[in-house]
Structure formats: structure tokens, C-alpha cells
């Protein structure tokens, strides 16, 4: 094995584990990124992980839940991370490109986002793939635009909140 891939390895974790105590999530660095992205953004309070259904809520208490992706090559719908309950008022979805950059995001009502789902008894909720149907629904807020701007602005100076502990 080559030095550089074993230097490469070493500097991943590192930094995963950095951001895992930066973000002050489990280890889901993609998931807990994109909710903290969300909430800065909806100007909302991340909820703390044991919290049913919902990630964040905005200062009138409307619940927002967040699934997100990095895209792979080639790759072009994904399956997002499973729902097993509908107590939110709206999804965010936030598709990560492979530079870390946000390809796609929307905000969708999750009366919508459940029309859009199947039953996934495996795993006891439900399933929906991002297929581009899916991320053009006509009551989907796209907010990719803003949440680059976030990204752009926020290269010089870390500012996301910590996630709540209980």
C-alpha cells in the first residue's frame, strides 16, 4: 500500500472526527452537515437527536425534517434515508455533489413527500428515491441557490450551532 493512501486514510478520520464534534451529532457527518445547513438557513433550532421526526423547528415550532445524499458518479437518483413517521411539516432534501457543493435542494410540504414514498416493511417506514418527478414537484421549494450562498459565505469562519443534548 502506498504511503500517500495510508496518509490520506489517517487525515479522512481525523477530520471526520472533527466535524463529528463540530456538528455535535452521532457520526453521520452528511445528515447532521445538511441539518445544520437547513437550520441556518430556515433560521431555525436544531432538535436534539432523540427528538421524533423532525431535525429542526422554526421559531413559530413548524417541524422540518432533513435527509441528504452525496451524489456519486454516474449515479443519478438515490434512495433517502428512511421515514418512519410523517409528524413534520416539511422535508428538506439536500443533494451534495461530489466537491461538497449542494447540486440540489428542496424544500417540500411532507403531505407531498408522502405521495411520493413507498411502504419500505423491511425497515418499518417508508423510502422515497430522488428521482427528478420527485425533486419537481410544483409545491417543492428548490433552495440550492441558498444554500450555496451559505457554503460560499461560511468558507472563512465556522458558525453552525451545536446540536442540542438532552
Not at 447540486?103 to 425497515?123: F, K, V
Not at 409545491?139 to 446540536?163: F, H, K, Y
Request: hydrophobic share 40%; charged share 25%; net charge positive.
Amino acid at each position: 500500500m502506498k504511503a500517500s493512501t495510508v496518509w490520506l486514510w489517517k487525515q479522512y478520520h481525523e477530520i471526520t472526527k472533527r466535524l463529528v464534534a463540530e456538528l455535535g451529532g452521532p457520526t453521520n457527518v452528511v445528515g447532521d452537515f445538511a441539518e445544520c445547513l437547513v437550520a441556518e438557513h430556515l433560521g431555525g433550532r436544531l432538535l436534539p437527536p432523540s427528538a421524533k421526526s423532525a431535525d429542526i423547528e422554526l421559531p413559530d415550532k413548524t417541524r422540518v425534517q432533513v435527509k441528504a445524499r452525496v451524489a456519486r458518479k454516474g449515479v443519478t437518483t438515490r434512495s433517502l434515508g428512511v421515514i418512519r413517521s410523517w409528524d413534520f411539516a416539511h422535508l428538506a432534501v439536500v443533494l451534495f455533489d461530489p466537491d461538497g457543493m449542494v447540486g440540489q435542494a428542496i424544500l417540500i410540504p411532507s403531505d407531498t413527500a408522502r405521495q411520493c414514498a413507498y411502504r419500505n416493511s423491511r425497515q418499518n417506514g417508508w423510502t422515497i428515491r430522488t428521482t427528478q418527478a420527485f425533486l419537481h414537484q410544483p409545491q417543492a421549494r428548490d433552495i440550492t441557490g441558498a444554500l450555496n450562498a451559505l457554503l460560499n459565505d461560511e468558507v472563512s469562519e465556522p458558525v453552525r450551532p451545536r446540536r442540542p443534548v438532552l
